[in-house]
T-cell receptor, first 113, second 115 residues
Framework: KAGVTQTPRYLIKTRGQQVTLSCSPI?????VSWYQQTPGQGLQFLFE???????NKGNFPGRFSGRQFSNSRSEMNVSTLELGDSALYLC????????????FGDGTRLSIL | GESVGLHLPTLSVQEGDNSIINCAYS??????FIWYKQESGKGPQFIID?????DKRQGQRVTVLLNKTVKHLSLQIAATQPGDSAVYFC??????????????FGQGTILTVHP
């Protein structure tokens, strides 16, 4: 079974631009969560989607948004990029509402110039 | 806010030794705990998990211990190998509601295994 796939692996943007990151979960997984990883703040939860609905959201500004499609694939968007948005963005999937471990992709490394 | 934290940021061991990585959590409502391993350039990899109704769980060369009284979690790695060198994170979540899909991570411990 293929793992969680994130594209692209690397992105370089400038301040003020916007970016869209993509995540394909493990086949059959309906829950997709997004995290931001930085050296200073560690791994922080952005939001979670299940059956195309956002069920949970972390403490990030409204510039960070996401969506989930009917095939469970998910995208996250960051608008008006700031230098502080430079980070590794990780996507994780899990089967359903039953508590089970999340499985992570290898992330998208976003650098803001 | 509530968080999961690690006391030891680095741990160096010799190949063949047993390693113990510790984690403290503050949320008494935490219901589920997971250990992840993250290698350079990769995402976190699931190692082992434990529910709050258990004290101990064993996997292949790894054991997780949960002490709910003092809100402490540990990961024991037996016969540590150079390939075990990585950053190890503990993570926790509650049951439903505002915990849906949300893991709260510790800061991580860097494990270095010397041949």
């Amino acid at each position: 079974k293929a793992g969680v796939t994130q594209t692209p692996r690397y992105l370089i943007k400038t301040r003020g631009q916007q970016v869209t990151l993509s995540c394909s979960p493990i086949s059959g997984h309906r829950s997709v969560s997004w995290y931001q990883q930085t050296p200073g703040q560690g791994l922080q939860f952005l939001f979670e989607y299940f059956s195309e609905t956002q069920r949970n959201k972390g403490n990030f500004p409204g510039r960070f948004s996401g969506r989930q499609f009917s095939n469970s694939r998910s995208e996250m968007n960051v608008s008006t990029l700031e230098l502080g948005d430079s980070a590794l963005y990780l996507c994780a999937s899990s089967p359903d509402r039953v508590i089970q471990p999340q499985h992570f992709g290898d992330g998208t490394r976003l650098s803001i110039l | 806010g509530e968080s999961v934290g690690l006391h030891l940021p680095t741990l160096s061991v010799q190949e063949g030794d047993n390693s113990i990585i510790n984690c403290a959590y503050s949320n008494s409502a935490s219901d589920y705990f997971i250990w992840y391993k993250q290698e350079s350039g990769k995402g976190p990899q699931f190692i082992i998990d434990i529910r709050s109704n258990m004290d101990k769980r064993q996997g292949q060369r790894v054991t997780v211990l949960l002490n709910k009284t003092v809100k402490h979690l540990s990961l024991q790695i037996a016969a540590t190998q150079p390939g075990d060198s990585a950053v190890y994170f503990c993570a926790e979540t509650g049951a439903g509601g505002t915990s849906y899909g949300k893991l709260t991570f510790g800061q991580g411990t860097i494990l270095t295994v010397h041949p």
